[in-house]
T-cell receptor, first 113, second 117 residues
């Protein structure tokens, strides 16, 4: 059975801290891994990772995929209260009906002053 | 429109009532997906359309759930005889193509929060 596991489930940090969120997966026909940020609304796209070892970066956020270890990390440096959200990892796998996303349960991040 | 929209944003239903949830994908997007997100969980796949064709409905939890996209644009997810366990956020997402191009990103709507009493 396809599985995407995220850790930790929740995290509380202070502004300015650096956090690392983890995602590991076991899926068939892996195509890519996505990170989303979900506040009290739609998940918003952060990164898509398809190649192992290549870091994607956007401002204070960065992510990297390790296909050998079947995992990915999302780093957030100099955290701000606006980073408080649920961070979702999803794996894209190819099925007969097209691309299917399997999500992890998410990591709930709270950034305090 | 600029993004995926869903309506209603909130729906309270009595157990046994039928509900219909609407999704307007990004204009021109071929693929449309429905997900169910229970409290504290990640979204779970329900069904997938490419244009008007429903290519995958393997995630629909029971035959009380039905989805359609008759003209390849707007989609409706219908839940008949709602049960309390149907309470969740129902998310819709669309992508431009979504066939075998795994470089594609899915864009999500704000969701419909359904509460069945």
């Amino acid at each position: 059975e396809d599985k995407v596991v995220q850790s930790p489930l929740s995290l509380v940090v202070h502004e300015g801290d650096t956090v690392t969120l983890n995602c590991s997966y076991e899926v068939t026909n892996f195509r890519s891994l996505l990170w989303y940020k979900q506040e009290k609304k739609a998940p918003t796209f952060l990164f898509m990772l398809t190649s192992s070892g290549i870091e994607k970066k956007s401002g204070r956020l960065s992510s990297i995929l390790d296909k050998k270890e079947l995992s990915s990390i999302l780093n957030i440096t100099a955290t701000q209260t606006g980073d408080s959200a649920i961070y979702l990892c999803a794996v894209v796998r190819l099925t007969g009906g097209g691309n299917k996303l399997t999500f992890g349960t998410g990591t709930q991040l709270k950034v305090e002053l | 429109g600029a993004g995926v929209s869903q309506s209603p944003r909130y729906k309270v239903a009595k157990r046994g009532q039928d509900v219909a949830l609407r999704c307007d994908p990004i204009s021109g997007h071929v693929s449309l997906f429905w997900y169910q997100q229970a409290l504290g969980q990640g979204p779970e796949f329900l069904t997938y359309f490419q244009n008007e064709a429903q290519l995958d409905k393997s995630g629909l939890p029971s035959d009380r759930f039905f989805a359609e996209r008759p003209e390849g644009s707007v989609s409706t997810l219908k839940i008949q005889r709602t049960q309390q366990e149907d309470s969740a956020v129902y998310l819709c997402a669309s992508s431009l193509l979504g066939g075998t191009d795994f470089q594609e990103t899915q864009y999500f709507g704000p969701g419909t929060r359904l509460l069945v009493l």
